[in-house]
């Protein structure tokens, strides 16, 4: 036990003042690097650290906190808890494990090999499927992130919220209606073999990890979704500096096709939800729907969660699965953005 504190004590240490060293950076540099960037550039570099600095200040902090929860889920929530308190009808089990993403939030990355965990222990892939999407998209650092990051526009918060969680559970009832075994052949081979493990421990009644699998998940969340912000966070700066104004316009013009290329921008740019909400916020020129429909897509389909589903499910499953998520997910942000917004 006393190591167990000692390492998790050490974890923390080591991130937390990474992640306070990050934010002082960040801050030294959004001061500096505007005026640094006058005097070896243009005012064009100085506006493009200016809008870097600020998403990655606002982003840190909450991805910290997302990090930390996804590894206490990961290593100390059992997966048989899911067993007990989902109904046995999967039809009845899709909103319920699609509301539990509220309750159990978890990053997109740590969501998948989650629920590969649940199918293998006898969960219904389509209550599995349904809490993949909606743990990453409507946990409550997402949210307060998304609040944060749109101040006193808390409809936008709602219609989030909304659109995920609509999109899980419809993904949950297409997959209960059409899915099929054969596209998860890993699945229904492990399962028949008997497999009663996770990746990180063994199932005693305690912990799947314990306290050395939440320092190495918290370790390897925070380092690798902090990637995925500062590329995101760059590439926002870089769309908004180099997109020409007249090129914006021939979308933003377009209530539908300001919300199709943001989707499609979400594919690319593969932002953590813990910081995504910021990302959208500085997309100023488009439409709050097309903004919510960046949101909605990015935590579901990206290109990192399509290498994962591939690795994990086969190719076969990711192709299908992440394809018909993104038609639903854009169709939801829509209707949710039509409503709300």
């Not at 769309?239 to 007249?246: A, D, K, M, T």
Request: aromatic share 8%.
């Amino acid at each position: 036990m006393a190591d167990g504190v000692r390492l998790v004590a050490r974890a923390l240490v080591y991130v937390v003042v990474g992640g306070v060293a990050l934010v002082v950076i960040a801050t030294v540099g959004s001061v500096l690097g505007p005026m640094v960037a006058l005097d070896i550039a243009t005012p064009a570099m100085a506006a493009w650290w200016t809008v870097f600095t600020a998403v990655a200040v606002q982003g840190i902090p909450f991805l910290l906190l997302g990090t930390v929860v996804s590894a206490a889920i990961g290593a100390f929530v059992p997966e048989r808890v899911f067993r007990r308190v989902l109904p046995k009808n999967p039809a009845l089990a899709v909103p319920v494990a699609g509301a539990a993403g509220a309750v159990l939030p978890g990053c997109e990355c740590a969501s998948v090999p989650v629920a590969d965990s649940l199918m293998r222990r006898g969960v219904a892939p389509a209550a599995a499927l349904a809490f993949l999407l909606s743990a990453p998209a409507i946990n409550p650092v997402v949210l307060v992130a998304t609040s944060i990051a749109f101040p006193g526009n808390p409809a936008m918060v709602g219609a989030r919220l909304v659109a995920s969680l609509a999109t899980a559970v419809v993904m949950g009832w297409l997959w209960v209606r059409f899915g099929r075994e054969e596209w998860l052949p890993g699945i229904a081979a492990r399962r028949k073999g008997g497999s009663g493990t996770t990746g990180t421990g063994t199932e005693t009644g305690t912990a799947p990890g314990g306290w050395r699998g939440f320092r190495d998940g918290l370790q390897h969340d925070f380092l690798h979704a902090g990637g995925f912000l500062v590329l995101g966070a760059a590439a926002a700066a870089t769309f908004n500096i180099l997109v020409p104004r007249s090129l914006l316009d021939v979308f933003t013009g377009s209530p539908w096709l300001s919300v199709l290329l943001l989707a499609v921008l979400a594919v690319v740019l593969c932002v953590c939800s813990e910081a995504d909400a910021f990302v959208a916020a500085s997309l100023t020129g488009f439409s709050p729907t097309a903004r919510l429909a960046f949101m909605v897509v990015g935590p579901m389909v990206d290109l990192k969660l399509i290498a994962l589903q591939a690795g994990t499910f086969g190719r076969a499953f990711a192709v299908r699965f992440s394809a018909v998520t993104w038609v639903v997910a854009v169709v939801s942000s829509g209707v949710v953005g039509w409503w709300l917004l």
